[in-house]
């Protein structure tokens, strides 16, 4: 049978479909959009996810640089030392300035925690923690008058498969980052 022959007989046969074989293709379209409409709340609740951790880091990365910003310097020649960068008192407290010179500021408290965040951050808190390495065990069992630990905390309610997690529940990005006196 050539090719020819072959076209025009499957032109003249177009006899379409059963209903079976209607009611077969019907129930496997059927099994796959279940699957697919049962998905798609897992994948919103994985993107929502997403997009909180890389918030969280985000602001905690942002507050890290203004951190590193800050200045701490060491007496040395006509240098006055200064120390606007601060150290917390407890693990509970906001950092504040240990000592002021001419050029630093008053001692105040440096970076106050936020709870909540100013807008479009409202769902989210952040607290900045200074770790002062002078004093044993140190930091990561480093014990140096010149370093300090800066760590940073933003804590947000986690979207759940239905709706925002309970305000007990919360996770956190933690940023942490060592600071040398210049």
Partial sequence: MTISTLRARLAVDQRGLTIIEIMIAIGIMSVGLA???TAIPIAAYGIQEGNQLSTATFLANQRLEQVRNVR???ASGLLVACDNLGISASSTAAPTT?????????????????????????NYTRTVRITDCSVA??????????????????????????????????KSAVVTMYVAER
């Fill in 35 to 37: 699957a697919l409409f």
């Fill in 72 to 74: 701490w310097t060491a």
């Fill in 98 to 122: 240990v000592s002021s010179g001419a050029a630093c500021t008053a001692a105040a408290t440096t970076f106050p925690d936020e709870s909540p965040m100013v807008a479009p951050y409202a």
């Fill in 137 to 170: 065990p140190g930091c990561s069992g480093v014990v140096d008058a010149g370093i300090r630990q800066v760590t940073v905390t933003v804590s947000y309610r986690p979207m759940t498969g239905v709706a925002v997690a309970t305000s007990a529940s919360t």
